[in-house]
């Protein structure tokens, strides 16, 4: 080889192999980027509806639950669209003659559904339940953010595979107690704000959420000393620990602990909800089966 080709077009080809590597990295950093961006995952932007309907209105206006309308979210995979009815129960009375409102009269007068666009859609090889992340204390903010203040549906996380095995690999940062998946505001167990919770333990195997009972105000407000003396202490058994004898109280059956930071309460969830272990939650079967 060295009689044809020269040192110089040995060095030649050594710097347009660099090259080439080069421009491959560039364009995979590339497709990578457009994989991400927005434009690909839908993040963030705003569908066409057919009505332009305002969850801000509805929720943060009107105060109505998210079950009202997305009645089995908390018992099957799908949380569910409303039926023109649900809108009727109001809008038969309210707003009657609003031209925004046209499709859905037009709707209840046909009995045909209105067809709304899907802002949320995972490809069909991937398995998600709404019904396991609910009742194992993640609420609806954690994944879709603050639904009540927005007048328009938009995706607020990406859904790709690895928003997915973020939280399957440390779901305890984003675990709540089960009473507060509706609570748009929730932002985790901290110094200023509290959770106590007590859990009666049922046979292992079996899910365990309904076995703990959490709350968000002092459960034993009596116990004022051991209160102060507990203030630094993450977690702190709350009850049957007062040793004043002068305690009015009576004996508490019920033990709280208290929780002043998320990563206990994360912990104590994570061990009385029974969820499985990061390795086994990100195991492809999970997601694909
Ligand atoms: C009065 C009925 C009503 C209430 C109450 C309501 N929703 Fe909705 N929701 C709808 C309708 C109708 C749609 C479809 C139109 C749209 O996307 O805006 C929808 C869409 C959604 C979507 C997107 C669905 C998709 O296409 O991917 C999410 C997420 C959602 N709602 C979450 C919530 C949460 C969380 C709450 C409670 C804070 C809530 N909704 C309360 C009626 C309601
Ligand atoms: C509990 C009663 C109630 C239900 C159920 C209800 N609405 Fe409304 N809606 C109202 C009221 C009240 C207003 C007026 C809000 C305002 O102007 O502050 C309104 C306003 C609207 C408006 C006008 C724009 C806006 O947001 O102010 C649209 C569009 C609308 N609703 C669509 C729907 C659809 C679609 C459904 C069914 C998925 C629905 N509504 C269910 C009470 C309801
Ligand atoms: C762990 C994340 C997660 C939580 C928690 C969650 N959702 Fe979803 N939600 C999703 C994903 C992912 C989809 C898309 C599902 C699909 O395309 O198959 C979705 C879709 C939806 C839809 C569209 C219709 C449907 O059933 O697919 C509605 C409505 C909705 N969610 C409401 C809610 C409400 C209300 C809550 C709280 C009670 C909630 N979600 C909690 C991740 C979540
Ligand atoms: C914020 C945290 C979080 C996010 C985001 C999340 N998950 Fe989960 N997921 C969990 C937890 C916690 C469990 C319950 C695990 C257990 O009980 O062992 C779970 C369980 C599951 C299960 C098991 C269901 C069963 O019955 O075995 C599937 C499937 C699943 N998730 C799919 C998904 C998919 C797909 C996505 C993304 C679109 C997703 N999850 C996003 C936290 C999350
Ligand atoms: C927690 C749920 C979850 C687990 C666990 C999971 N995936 Fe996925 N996977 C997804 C989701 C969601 C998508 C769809 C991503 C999208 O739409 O962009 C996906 C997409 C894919 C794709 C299509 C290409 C792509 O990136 O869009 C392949 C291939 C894949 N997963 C392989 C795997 C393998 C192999 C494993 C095990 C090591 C695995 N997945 C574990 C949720 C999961």
Redesign the pocket.
């Known amino acids: 080889m060295a009689q044809i080709f020269d040192r110089s077009s040995n060095a030649l080809a050594r710097a347009s192999l660099v090259l080439t590597g080069l421009i491959v990295i560039a364009l995979g950093v590339t497709l990578d980027q457009l994989?991400r961006s927005p434009w690909?995952?839908r993040q963030g932007q705003r569908a066409d509806q057919p009505v332009p309907f305002s969850h801000k209105h509805h929720v943060e206006g009107l105060g109505l639950q998210c079950q009202y309308c997305h009645v089995s979210v908390e018992k099957s995979s799908y949380a569910g669209i409303p039926p023109t009815r649900t809108c009727m129960n109001c809008h038969s009375q309210i707003w009657t003659n609003a031209n925004l409102l046209e499709p859905v009269r037009q709707s209840w007068a046909t009995g045909e559904s209105i067809v709304w666009t899907k802002v949320h859609d995972?490809?069909d090889?991937?398995?998600?339940s709404h019904e396991i992340h609910v009742n194992k204390g993640l609420g609806c903010s954690t994944c879709h953010g603050r639904v009540d203040e927005m007048p328009i549906m938009y995706e607020q996380n990406?859904?790709?595979?690895?928003?997915?095995?973020n939280?399957?690999r440390n779901p305890k940062v984003n675990l709540r107690p089960t009473s507060e998946i509706y609570n748009m505001a929730w932002k985790g167990a901290s110094e200023m704000t509290p959770v106590w919770c007590s859990a009666s333990d049922v046979k292992s195997g079996t899910p365990t959420a309904e076995s703990v009972n959490c709350t968000t105000t002092d459960p034993n407000p009596g116990a004022g000393s051991s209160e102060q003396a507990s203030l630094h202490l993450i977690p702190v058994v709350n009850a049957q620990t007062t040793d004043a004898p002068s305690s009015a109280q009576p004996a508490q059956t019920t033990s709280y602990t208290k929780f002043t930071s998320q990563e206990a309460l994360g912990d104590f969830l994570v061990q009385h909800y029974n969820i499985r272990s990061p390795r086994d939650?990100?195991?492809?079967?999970?997601?694909?089966r």
């Open positions: 994989q690909v995952t995972l490809p090889f991937v398995y998600f990406t859904l790709q595979m690895e928003w997915c095995l939280c399957h939650l990100s195991s492809c079967e999970v997601c694909h």
